[in-house]
């Protein structure tokens, strides 16, 4: 790879020269050794004197000589990219950047006006080299158009333009003072302007240069953008289209609110694309990437393109950028951009939706001082918003005198705090928000070097209850009339009431941290206003409350059983009959809810008659959901290549410390895996970093956060991992058991298994394990023919789905509908057909064999317990030891 052969170049140079100045030289020596064979080298290419040692000149002409078309065109840019403190990675993108700009420039079927390609903040010319090289060909060729302020910068971009072949003029120069290209016309353009930079000493020469409304002068951002939209072509010559790189500040601020409506006005907005931070050298500021477009087409006049790639990227090791994007990344933004429809990560909006109105709300009732800010977007009614965010509460509102204009990305989507409000209207509860139930706000009184990690918010009904409350991030006061508090403290503590506020923590990022540490209550009462929860009738909320307190006494009694079990084995029957049915009805219940490969067992279990075959099939049920378990946990980590790299090591490791391998996995193998690729991806689940978070949603077919940490949770693997300690226990027995004892063993089981149910509950509902079949695209969905295997029973439910991405027919995925990317399962569980070839079984990979066949098990009813299978039909399992 070309990255490797630069850093061994800049690694040899480390003691004669700093990485910098060896970058530059090796960046004009790659210039020299063109201009060698170059009859038409430009006269400065022709006259550089290289001063690099004999050594490093000779290694980097062989790499040179060697070297494909695209390799060249992006070396430059590498070089300076692996040599790149924090002063010089302002002056270049990284190629996840570049693949970005590639893609979504070149999106549109049209011909573009020109054959220009302009940059007025061109740094080293990355991106330029790129786009010329994808854009040009022998029947067209573009020209490049760069301004650099920075002259020695500047020469590195000439220099890198020459060694990718690109052709066209470098000019040094502020382009926002004075405009090199001042009487071009361009078809193309791109930039990542500066961050920040403030044009106050130049206002009136800027002033002069610009027409319309112009930013605030503490940041330049948008005379970048303007700069390249004002050169584009007309929309009868064919217009023009940029990419502009923009912080948050730049889409949100005020100080920029009427440039934004005039871009609209002007029908400029094609796309805003929200990336996912670290993306660009030595920084971790988010990113979006807008399209400006002069003659957008029909169906996109007068409406914009949202797209979220933030939970597309992978860890970058090794490199100036934190990320880089995730492998399925430029498909998914090429496919969305193909089309106006919506799609798994892309929605249109019309323009409207970008005006915005703000409003201050309160309650209504007297004794209430709680009140909130929100903005509501120009394309929906005050009264129909304010009325289904706070159904059944006495808000009212005040709107401010002016629309402000923001380009804001995330609510278009929306998605995770839909579910929230979908799973309550499900389970029959009217929803409000937490900040319509508020009397007053308080906090714990804390010093500034207090920072909440936690996620517990308790509401209270009086100021004198909450300030003697129990610890927690945020206690708040409600109006017990609507809400009663036991209920709601109840319910954010529940999976969905955890979701809630995680969600609702995402839109706000790091901010609602420092709120809490700064005591600023604005901010504090907007958070419980993103916060979704249940109310109903009071008596109803009554008996909820007084029901969870019962079934928490009741956890209890059932863990003293266990106890009680173990101390008074000869009280075994008398103690398992007083839970028998509970236990009986908990199990059958449970296994609509799980995945086949686990549900297929736990039913078996269920048609057991004697105790020693319940026994027996109770352990085989804890090793399939052990099994199960660990195969989505290989799955997602195989189908993260950093995260692969960087943790499979570590697992076998792990591993090995242990005598296991999984090339003959055990009951014991599976917890190994469990225990430590749950803590792996657990600390990402809980992650501050909402993208992370997001991410691993992503990588795990769109399954929620709170039913992942579920599913992870250490208490859970646990009890997994006590139960196969016990099987092992009873295995060594050398004696005959007693029929009390077997009793208690098989009571010891099936409360592990319960346990477990109340642990998971019906997580697994966010994981659905499908087969794919036939599929056809629509815009960029992909809408599968599927079966859902779910449930204990084959043949299973079909029904079609919508994708982000084409799926392999037959195979296996988890998947919930309108994931991006469904994540495919490895072949450590596979369906084999029954006699009839309706009816399929489950098994689970047990060993590979000295003639290279592979065993199969499985943990269900079936005509054979084991089957022997050519080893090429799991082919991908190699990877794993």
């Known amino acids: 790879m070309a990255t490797n052969v630069v850093i061994r170049l800049l690694e040899g140079l480390r003691g004669d020269l700093p990485a910098q100045i060896a970058a530059e030289r090796l960046a004009f020596h790659a210039a020299a050794w063109k201009a060698e064979s170059d009859p038409n080298a430009p006269a400065w290419a022709r006259e550089l004197d290289i001063q690099l040692p004999s050594s490093a000149v000779d290694e980097h002409r062989r790499w040179l000589e060697a070297a494909q078309e695209d390799e060249l065109a992006g ?8 040599a790149s403190s924090d002063s010089w990675g302002e002056h270049v993108t990284s190629r996840a950047l570049d693949t970005v700009a590639e893609t979504a420039l070149l999106s549109t079927n049209r011909e573009l006006g020109g054959t220009e390609l302009y940059d007025p903040a061109a740094g080293v010319g990355g991106t330029l080299a790129r786009l010329w090289a ?31 072949g690109a052709t066209g003029v470098v000019e040094d120069g502020d382009s926002l003072v004075a405009d090199r290209f001042a009487d071009r016309k361009v078809g193309l353009a791109v930039s990542q302007p500066p961050w920040g930079l403030s044009w106050r000493h130049y206002r009136d020469t800027i002033q002069s240069q610009f027409t319309g409304p112009l930013p605030n002068v503490a940041d330049s951002q948008w005379l970048f953008a303007r700069r390249m939209s004002d050169k584009f072509y007309t929309p009868a010559d064919g217009g023009g289209r940029a990419l502009v790189y923009l912080t948050s500040n730049a889409l949100l601020s005020e100080g920029a609110a009427e440039v934004r409506r005039d871009l609209l006005d002007q029908d400029l907005v094609d796309t805003i694309i929200a990336l996912p931070s670290g993306l660009t050298p030595h920084s971790s500021v988010p990113l979006f990437a807008m399209v400006l477009d002069s003659a957008k087409v029909t169906e996109r006049q007068g409406r914009v393109q949202l797209v979220d790639l933030r939970a597309q990227f992978t860890s970058s090791r090794g490199t100036s950028s934190a990320r880089s994007l995730s492998p399925a990344a430029a498909e998914l933004l090429r496919s969305a951009m193909a089309t106006e429809r919506n799609g798994p990560i892309s929605r249109t909006v019309d323009q409207s939706h970008f005006r915005r109105r703000r409003y201050t709300a309160r309650r209504a009732a007297q004794d209430s001082s709680a009140s909130w800010s929100v903005e509501i977007p120009g394309d929906v009614n005050a009264e129909v918003w304010f009325e289904a965010r706070y159904p059944g509460t006495a808000i009212t509102w005040e709107s401010a005198q002016r629309d402000a204009y923001v380009f804001e990305t995330t609510a278009a989507f929306g998605s995770a705090q839909r579910n929230v409000e979908s799973r309550l209207s499900q389970a029959g509860w009217q929803r409000t928000r937490l900040s319509a139930l508020l009397l007053s706000p308080i906090k714990p009184v804390a010093d500034q070097n207090y920072l909440p990690v936690g996620a517990e918010l308790i509401v209270h009904r009086d100021d004198d209850e ?10 708040a006061v409600v109006d017990a009339s609507l809400a009663n508090p036991d209920f709601l403290n109840n319910w954010l503590r529940s999976e969905l009431g955890r979701e809630s506020v995680r969600v609702a923590r995402s839109q706000f990022g790091g901010q609602w941290r420092q709120a809490l540490v700064h005591n600023r209550p604005a901010e504090l009462v907007a958070l419980l206003d993103a916060i979704v929860v249940p109310v109903g009738r009071p008596e109803l909320q009554l008996t909820v409350a007084q029901a969870s307190a019962d079934l928490h006494r009741a956890q209890q009694t059932l863990r003293e059983a266990v106890s009680e079990l173990w101390s008074k084995p000869d009280q075994a029957s008398m103690i398992v009959s007083r839970f028998a049915n509970l236990g009986d009805e908990s199990l059958t219940g449970w296994t609509e809810t799980l995945p086949f490969p686990i549900a297929g067992a736990l039913w078996t279990l269920e048609t057991k008659a004697t105790t020693e075959a319940k026994h027996k099939q109770a352990i085989l049920t804890l090793e399939a959901y052990s099994a199960y378990l660990a195969t989505v946990l ?18 076998r490791a792990a591993l090995e410390s242990v005598h296991q ?5 055990s009951f014991g193998t599976w917890i190994t895996v469990c225990q430590r690729l749950a803590s792996v991806f657990r600390k990402r689940f809980q992650a501050a970093d909402s993208e992370e978070a997001a991410r691993m949603e992503a990588l795990f077919g769109g399954a929620s956060t709170a039913a992942l940490e579920r599913l992870t949770a250490p208490a859970a693997v646990a009890l997994l991992e006590t139960a196969n300690l016990r099987r092992n226990q009873w295995d060594g027995h050398s004696g005959s058991l007693s029929t009390a004892e077997s009793e208690a063993q098989l009571a010891h089981l099936l409360e592990t298994l319960t346990e477990l149910r109340g642990l998971v509950g019906d997580a697994w509902r966010e994981l659905p394990l499908i087969r794919a079949g036939k599929a056809s695209k629509h815009g960029s969905t992909f809408e599968h023919d599927v079966e859902v295997l779910t449930g204990s029973r084959a043949p299973f439910v079909r029904g079609t789905l919508s994708y982000g991405s084409m799926l392999d027919t ?14 495919p399962l490895l072949p450590i569980f596979t369906l084999q057909p029954g006699p009839n070839h309706e009816v399929s079984t489950g098994y689970f990979f047990n060993r590979e064999e000295r003639d290279g066949s592979a065993r199969l098990v499985t943990y269900q009813t079936a005509n054979s317990s084991e089957l022997s299978v050519p080893r090429v039909t799991l082919e991908g399992l190699s990877d794993l030891w």
Do not use: C, M
């Open 75 to 82: 070396h430059v840019s590498e070089l300076v990219l692996a």
């Open 134 to 164: 994808a854009t040009t060909t022998s029947a067209s060729r573009r020209e490049v158009l760069a301004q650099e302020i920075d002259k020695r910068v500047a020469s590195l971009a000439r220099a890198n333009f020459y060694v990718s």
């Open 466 to 475: 909450a300030l003697g409350g129990e610890d927690a991030d945020l206690h």
């Open 634 to 651: 290989l799955s997602a980590l195989r189908n993260d290549h950093e995260l692969w790299d960087e943790e499979s090591p570590r697992l």
């Open 661 to 665: 391998t999984l090339k003959r996995p």
């Open 810 to 823: 037959g195979g296996l995925f988890i998947g919930k509908e309108g994931a991006a990317v469904p994540l």
